[in-house]
């Protein structure tokens, strides 16, 4: 019974990401983002939208799809999904032909530098409103930190002859260096010097 439940497990971890990638030796450093970071290995990352409108639904979501579906932003990419996969798909091997390393591990670094710790909310205080620092949820951490990613990738390809899969894949590793040249660390810090004033 054991030699078939190993014999199962070692299949699953067999999974590689666009044919190419393996999944299992993947690290998440960040104690708070791991537990929303979904390292499930999958071939293809298209779940149908299976978890959709469920509390929590993005956490059982492919960190790698939770990217593509961020991709789909502006007139250009919005709804097309396979455009969406094929970029990404071509950003991760221009990400492993340049760093040598799995590009997983380095949308997962790139995630954990630009996700920002603190921001600011505003409270009412009689007539006037005072902002105020705030810790962010995990959750809501990868989602800025994903939401900044794409869109750095996309303003960088903005009236450019520079294909989205290389802007995508130079953003990925700048941020993964955490270098302030990265659009989505360069927002962190922004909004973590604002919740700074604001203590």
Same mark, same amino acid.
């Given at each position: ?21 393996? !999944? ?47 991709? !789909? ?46 921001? *600011? ?27 900044? *990613? ?13 294909? *989205? ?35």
């Amino acid at each position: 019974m054991n030699s078939l439940a190993e014999e199962t497990t070692l299949q699953f971890n067999n999974i590689l990401l666009f044919g190419k990638f393996a !999944m299992a030796d993947v690290v998440v450093k960040d104690g708070g983002l791991a537990k929303y970071i979904n390292l499930s290995p999958i071939s293809l990352p298209h779940s149908d939208a299976r978890h959709a409108n469920r509390w929590f639904g993005k956490s059982k979501v492919n960190i790698v799809e939770r990217l593509l579906n961020n991709m !789909m932003r502006t007139e250009v990419y919005t709804g097309k999904k396979m455009k969406a996969y094929r970029v990404t798909k071509d950003a991760f091997d221009v990400i492993a032909e340049r760093t040598k390393k799995n590009p997983v591990q380095v949308l997962v670094e790139a995630l954990e530098n630009a996700a920002p710790r603190e921001e *600011i909310t505003r409270l009412q205080f009689g007539g006037i409103s005072v902002p105020k620092a705030v810790d962010i949820a995990p959750s809501r951490r990868l989602d800025i930190a994903l939401r900044n *990613i794409s869109k750095g990738a996309i303003q960088a390809s903005f009236k450019t002859t520079k294909p *989205i899969e290389l802007c995508l894949a130079d953003e990925l590793i700048l941020a993964a260096k955490n270098d302030m040249n990265s659009f989505s660390v360069a927002k962190k810090e922004e909004v973590e010097r604002v919740a700074q004033s604001a203590r």
